[in-house]
C-alpha cells in the first residue's frame, strides 16, 4: 500500500525531508489550498497570491519531476473549509488506499494541533516528521533554554555561530576579533541623493501567477493591499537569483544602512527575502554560506555580512525557539495591560498625520513589507506607546506582511515590540521618543508634528507618549534596569510637567478614536 504524503503552503522546499520517505513509483503527494487558512486572519491579498501562486509552482514541479501529485485548489469543490475536512473529503473519493498519511510538522501550533488530531480523525496511521529547515530544532533549543537563567539571543547566535562554524577562524575566534558588529550598523541616511541605490530585480508574472491574482481579486476583494505591481519570484531558481542580485549590488551597504529609514525608499538595501525562506524557496543554511564567502571573497565588510547572517542564523532561529518554548500560553501575555483598540490608520493610512506612520504603512500596503526597524520603532512603537491590545497587534502584523507566520511574528510583536511577554524575548520595552525616530530618518521634515516639541496639540504624539507610557508602567518596569535613566529622568519632572503629558496623551487618543474608529476593521 502506498503512503500519502501532506506538504502545507509554507514547506515548498526541495530539500524538505519528507521526500527522502517517499517511493515516486507508489506514494502520492497531497497539496491543498483551504479558506481557513487564507482567511484566519484578512491577509494582505499579494502575500495570499504570493503564497497560492508558489505553492502552485511548486506542485508542477514536482509533477515534473515525477511524483504523483493532487492539488487542490481554493475555489474547486474538494476544496473545504479546513486541511482537516478538505483530506477527508480526498480519502473518501480516492482510489487508493493508504497505508500512512506522512507530513512534516506544521510551523504554527494550531496547524499542528490539528495535523496531530489526523490519526484519530480520518483513521489511518500518521507520522509528522520534524522540519529539517531550521538549523536548530525544538528540542535542542529547549535543552539550551533550561540551563540558563535568562534568554539572551546574543548567546544563543554564539552557539549556533560555533554549531555551524560560520564567521569562526581557524582559531576558533569570531572572524574579525568581534562576535556581533551591530554597532557598526546604525548609520542615517537623511540625503538619499548622497548614496546611488540600485535597481532592483524583478520577475514578471507568468500565467500561473496572473490566474492566482485574478483568484485573489475574486475571492478577497475587501483584503488589505495593492496585489498589483506583483514582481516576486515564485519559485526557488528565481528566488536564488533575487539573492545573488541582492549579494552583488546590496549586500555591500546593508550593513551600516540596515537601520535607517528614508521618505520614499520602502526597501533601501535590505535583502526581502524573508518571505522566500519562510515559505521554503531558499533554505537558510545555503544563504548563509553564500554571504559568509562574500565576505571572504573580499566583496562585503565583516558588519554587512555579520548583520545579515545574525538575523537568520540568530535572530530568526531564537524566535523560533521561544515561540515553541512558551505556545500555547504566548499567545495570550499581555504583560502590560494594553486594551486600547487598533486605530483604524493602521489600515487607511490617509486617517494620519504623523509623516512616519502614513509612510510605513503605505509602504506595507503596496509592498506587504517594510523593514524591521520600521516595524519594531515605528508601528510597534506607536502600538506599545498606545497601550494597543496585544492580539489586535498580532492579527495586524500577521494580516499584511508577506513574510508573517505566527511562529516567527508573534514573538517579534508580542516580545520585541509590545513586551507583552514580561521580558521572555527581549531585555526591555523598546520604547522611544520622536528624537530616535529623527535621527534614524528624514520623516519628521515633512511631518505636521514638531519633533522638537514636547507637549500640545502641535508637538510630536510619540514625545509624550513615551513619557506617559513610562509614567503609567513604572510599577511593572521601574525595576528594570535597561530604563533606569528614563525613571531617573521622570523623577526629576515637575508635576506640571507630567500632567501636561497625560493632557497631551489623552487628547491624542480622544481625536484618534473618535475620528478613526469606524468599526470597519
Given at each position: ?125 500518521l507520522e509528522i516528521l520534524e522540519d529539517n529547515r531550521f538549523i536548530c530544532s525544538k528540542a535542542e ?18 552557539e549556533m555561530r560555533k554549531k555551524t562554524d560560520t564567521l569562526i577562524d581557524i582559531k576558533g575566534k ?348
Amino acid at each position: 500500500m502506498s503512503k500519502l504524503a501532506v506538504i502545507l503552503g509554507d514547506q515548498l522546499s526541495h530539500n524538505l525531508n519528507i521526500f527522502d520517505h517517499l517511493d515516486k513509483d507508489q506514494d502520492e503527494i497531497l497539496m491543498m489550498e483551504v479558506m481557513d487558512e487564507a482567511s484566519y486572519v484578512k491577509h494582505h491579498k499579494k502575500k495570499l497570491a504570493f503564497i497560492f501562486s508558489c505553492m502552485r509552482h511548486f506542485a508542477e514541479e514536482l509533477q515534473s519531476k515525477g511524483y504523483k501529485l493532487s492539488y487542490i485548489k481554493l475555489q474547486s469543490l474538494e476544496s473545504k473549509t479546513s486541511f482537516t475536512e478538505t483530506l477527508k473529503g480526498f480519502l473518501t473519493k480516492s482510489k487508493s488506499k493508504y497505508s500512512q498519511i506522512i507530513s512534516v510538522e506544521a510551523s504554527e501550533y494550531r496547524v499542528l494541533e490539528m495535523q496531530q488530531s489526523w490519526q484519530e480523525d480520518l483513521g489511518c496511521e500518521l507520522e509528522i516528521l520534524e522540519d529539517n529547515r531550521f538549523i536548530c530544532s525544538k528540542a535542542e533549543f529547549k535543552e539550551w533554554a533550561e540551563s540558563k537563567k535568562s534568554l539572551l539571543m546574543e548567546n544563543f547566535y554564539r552557539e549556533m555561530r560555533k554549531k555551524t562554524d560560520t564567521l569562526i577562524d581557524i582559531k576558533g575566534k569570531p572572524v574579525g576579533g568581534k562576535w556581533n558588529y551591530d554597532h557598526d550598523n546604525r548609520e542615517t541616511l537623511n540625503n538619499k541623493s548622497k548614496i546611488s541605490i540600485p535597481e532592483r530585480m524583478e520577475i514578471a508574472p507568468d500565467e500561473i501567477t496572473k490566474e492566482v491574482i485574478n483568484m485573489v481579486q475574486e475571492a478577497f476583494p475587501d483584503n488589505f493591499g495593492d496585489i498589483e505591481p506583483f514582481t516576486w519570484a515564485v519559485d526557488a531558481n528565481s528566488a536564488l537569483k533575487i539573492f545573488k542580485n541582492f549579494l552583488e549590488d546590496f549586500l555591500p551597504n546593508f550593513g551600516k544602512y540596515q537601520d535607517a529609514m528614508i521618505e520614499g525608499e520602502a526597501f533601501l538595501y535590505h535583502s526581502l527575502i524573508s518571505h522566500y525562506i519562510n515559505i521554503g524557496l531558499l533554505n537558510p543554511r545555503e544563504l548563509i554560506k553564500l554571504a559568509e564567502s562574500e565576505y571572504m571573497a573580499g566583496r562585503a565588510a565583516i558588519n554587512a555580512v555579520e548583520g545579515f547572517i545574525r538575523q537568520i542564523l540568530g535572530w530568526r532561529e531564537f524566535v523560533r525557539g521561544i515561540y515553541w518554548l512558551f505556545m500555547p500560553e504566548y499567545l495570550d501575555m499581555n504583560a502590560l495591560e494594553a486594551h486600547n483598540a487598533l486605530p483604524d490608520f493602521y489600515w487607511e493610512p490617509e486617517l494620519t498625520e504623523m509623516n512616519c506612520i502614513k509612510q510605513v504603512v503605505t509602504q506595507t500596503k503596496e509592498n506587504a513589507y517594510s523593514h524591521h526597524i520600521q516595524r519594531l520603532m515605528i508601528t510597534g512603537n506607536l502600538a506599545l506607546l498606545m497601550g494597543i491590545d496585544p492580539k489586535q497587534v498580532h492579527d495586524w502584523y500577521l494580516s499584511v506582511y508577506a513574510d508573517a507566520y505566527e511562529w516567527v511574528e508573534l514573538p517579534n510583536t508580542l516580545g520585541m515590540a509590545l513586551y507583552a511577554d514580561s521580558g521572555k524575548l527581549a531585555t526591555k520595552p523598546y520604547a522611544a521618543s520622536g528624537a530616535y525616530i529623527n535621527k534614524m530618518s528624514n520623516y519628521c521634515k515633512n511631518c505636521k508634528y514638531k519633533v522638537t516639541e514636547k507637549t500640545g496639540e502641535t508637538a510630536c504624539p510619540f514625545n509624550y507618549l513615551y513619557w506617559d507610557f513610562i509614567d503609567r508602567n513604572k510599577e511593572t518596569l521601574s525595576s528594570n534596569m535597561r530604563l533606569r535613566f528614563a525613571y531617573k529622568n521622570l523623577e526629576n519632572f515637575s508635576e506640571e510637567k507630567i500632567l501636561d503629558i497625560h493632557d497631551s496623551t489623552k487628547n491624542f487618543l480622544e481625536k484618534v478614536y473618535s475620528s478613526s474608529l469606524s468599526g470597519k476593521h
